[in-house]
């Protein structure tokens, strides 16, 4: 089946015929004995809503075992449970600031971690050590847009046996499956595209190995950070549209760039298909769209939050993928949370912009970023775009 299909199929008949899934909001389920137990027994360990979700995350990413968590962070952490005191993380140098915070607290627990630009496999190469573990790693990345060469890192990685983590959240499964590039893991944050209408805060990991599929379900239960059933029928709702949405939403997105890329008072863009031709290249035999997540710089911070503020269509917010059109300052919202002592070198630029482009009539939507962009430079825009190099 094509994704389209895919996305709005249930993965088996549902026992009453039900052509929506049932949202089964217990906590507990009645067992047939004292002694024996069926198939659920406590909502934290298993529940139907949420089996069938992660049946289809599995499916979308052509994996055979899926998690669902109550949010991308819980999912991030559950896996880097997998490593133990004395391994080590290599990981890739533009992620999601969140993910940084994590990654920062564990050498509390002798947890080694160090980051690499893991757009060039050669820095990887050079940077493995006997400790090394789990590369974990984004592509596209964000705020930056970068491109890593997923298969290329997966044959580096398992010649050294380290896991290959992808956080997949930029592009959704409808445009890139990693574990058929050869990632171990794959993550999510669900509130992103997967869900598409911010209205849930979820996450999912995606595992190949049964294995680790274990170990994995097992922080699940034992930790309780398993989705609720609600949020897992949210999920399973916005998942149906999924593929239709990205569709619209990676149309629009090359539209707005196109219009940011001509604009005099834009000094950089970032977004896939207006990355170096190498890069592109990578991209396309990996995925097949650029995602609907813009970023640019205009080389004055002032500018840029001027330029933020004066939209009105675009909300300002953190979080991406949603049918909305959101815009935010990455220094001072989603990656925010960078350690001090590391934000000169992970942290983005304080003039970078990111817009999240929805599914509304992009001439809308590119409408407002010129009246934005014209309000918080006066009348003059012309002049601006020459005081800061174009």
């Excluded at 896991?163 to 944050?189: F, R």
């Amino acid at each position: 089946m094509k994704n389209a299909t895919r996305c709005v199929s249930l993965s088996e008949e549902e026992r009453y015929g039900a052509v929506s899934t049932p949202i089964y909001q217990t906590a507990t389920f009645r067992q047939p004995t004292s002694t024996e137990f069926g198939e659920y027994d406590y909502s934290r360990s298993g529940n139907p809503t949420r089996t069938e979700l992660e049946k289809k995350l599995a499916e979308l990413e052509r994996a055979e075992h899926a998690f669902a968590f109550s949010s991308g962070m819980s999912a991030l952490s559950a896996i880097v449970k997998l490593l133990t005191t004395g391994d080590e993380i290599l990981a890739g140098s533009n992620l999601y600031g969140g993910s940084i915070r994590l990654l920062e607290r564990l050498p509390r627990l002798g947890i080694n971690v160090r980051y690499v630009d893991t757009t060039d496999p050669q820095n990887v190469v050079e940077a493995l050590s006997s400790r090394t573990r789990m590369l974990l790693i984004e592509t596209p990345t964000n705020p930056f847009q970068r491109v890593s060469d997923i298969g290329v890192l997966a044959d580096i990685s398992h010649a050294n046996g380290v896991l290959l983590v992808v956080d997949n959240t930029m592009l959704s499964p409808c445009l890139q499956n990693p574990i058929t590039h050869g990632a171990d893991i794959v993550y999510h944050s669900g509130t992103k595209f997967l869900s598409g209408h911010s209205d849930v805060t979820a996450g999912a990991v995606i595992v190949k190995d049964a294995n680790i599929a274990k170990e994995i379900a097992f922080v699940q239960n034992a930790e309780g950070t398993a989705l609720a059933p609600f949020d897992s029928w949210l999920l399973l709702r916005g998942i149906k549209t999924l593929d239709l949405r990205v569709e619209k939403q990676c149309s629009n997105a090359l539209k707005v760039a196109e219009f940011l890329s001509s604009h005099p008072a834009v000094t950089n863009i970032y977004h896939p298909a207006f990355a170096d031709e190498k890069a592109r290249r990578i991209h396309e035999s990996q995925a097949s769209g650029g995602g609907s997540v813009i970023a640019f710089t205009t080389d004055d911070a002032e500018f840029s939050r001027r330029i933020v503020e004066a939209t009105r269509l675009c909300s300002i917010a953190v979080s991406f993928g949603s049918v909305n059109s959101t815009i935010s300052l990455p220094c001072y919202m989603s990656h925010a949370s960078i350690p001090a002592e590391l934000r000169g070198e992970l942290a983005p630029p304080r003039d970078l912009i990111r817009i999240s482009v929805g599914i509304e009539n992009v001439d809308d939507v590119i409408e407002d970023l010129r009246e934005a962009i014209r309000i918080a430079s006066g009348s003059n825009v012309v002049a601006i775009g020459k005081a800061v190099g174009e």
